[in-house]
């Protein structure tokens, strides 16, 4: 029944470690997102994907790699974690892309990941 | 660039009606959303807004002018469950693509 799924719900890690958050829609949508929402409940793009192709990639840092082995699957690997890196991060899929199109976002659970 | 301010906070009781505003200032606007998000949950979906004017749904409204860059959610006959955070989101098309660029979130707080 779950739209958008990720795992893991919770996430607690060392400093420069590395660690991979999955998402996963069953929408059929055609579009991804990553979204990081910090401890002031500002939420912010990060990487949007359609059918497999990065298409909007925002200020983050390199080690921020986003993957997509098949449109219904969007993992975000993380390296070298830092302090700062400590947020939720949301999953996201919406049905077409493009200039026209104004479907909404729908929403996985999100991932808390705190950095120690 | 890309700006979107809303209230930080809003108050109101069981019953009465409140006004969340948003204000935005963007290029390549193509749309305006809102969310709800409760603490500890996902944003999910109120309503959106392209074109100038008034969308109804239940007990909740949106309005829209893209002249003036404004927008607003209004919630009828609040109830205990309305407390959350309402986020205002314009969609922006630019030659990267389209996004969401959210507000920083309304958190109302509604009492008995």
């Known amino acids: 029944d779950t739209a958008v799924s990720q795992t893991p719900k919770y996430l607690v890690t060392q400093m420069g470690n590395d660690k991979s958050i999955k998402c996963e829609q069953n929408?059929?949508?055609?579009?991804m997102y990553w979204y990081k929402q910090d401890s002031k409940k500002f939420l912010k793009i990060m990487f949007s994907?359609?059918?497999?192709?990065?298409?909007i990639n925002e200020t983050v840092p390199n080690r921020f790699s986003p993957k997509s082995p098949d449109k219904a699957h969007l993992n975000l690997h993380i390296n070298s974690l830092e302090l700062g890196d400590s947020a939720v991060y949301f999953c996201?899929?919406?049905?077409?892309?493009?200039?026209?199109?104004?479907?909404?976002?729908?929403f996985g659970p999100g991932t808390r990941l705190t950095v120690l | 660039g890309q700006n979107i301010d809303q209230p930080t906070e809003m108050t109101a009781t069981e019953g009465a009606i409140v006004q969340i505003n948003c204000t935005y200032q963007?290029?390549?606007?193509?749309?305006l959303f809102w969310y709800q998000q409760h603490a500890g949950e996902a944003p999910t979906f109120l309503s959106y807004?392209?074109?100038?004017g008034l969308e109804e749904k239940g007990r909740f409204s949106s309005f829209l002018s893209r002249s003036k860059g404004y927008s607003y959610l209004l919630l009828k006959e609040l109830q205990m469950k309305d407390s959350a955070s309402y986020l205002c989101?314009?969609?922006?098309?630019?030659?990267?693509?389209?996004?969401?660029?959210f507000g920083k979130g309304t958190t109302l707080s509604v009492s008995s």
């Open positions: 996201a899929s919406s049905q077409d892309w493009g200039r026209y199109s104004y479907n909404e976002q729908f």
């Open positions: 929408l059929g949508h055609d579009t």
């Open positions: 994907y359609n059918n497999k192709e990065l298409i």
């Open positions: 963007t290029s390549g606007f193509n749309g």
């Open positions: 807004n392209v074109l100038d």
């Open positions: 989101a314009v969609r922006a098309v630019n030659q990267a693509g389209t996004a969401l660029i």
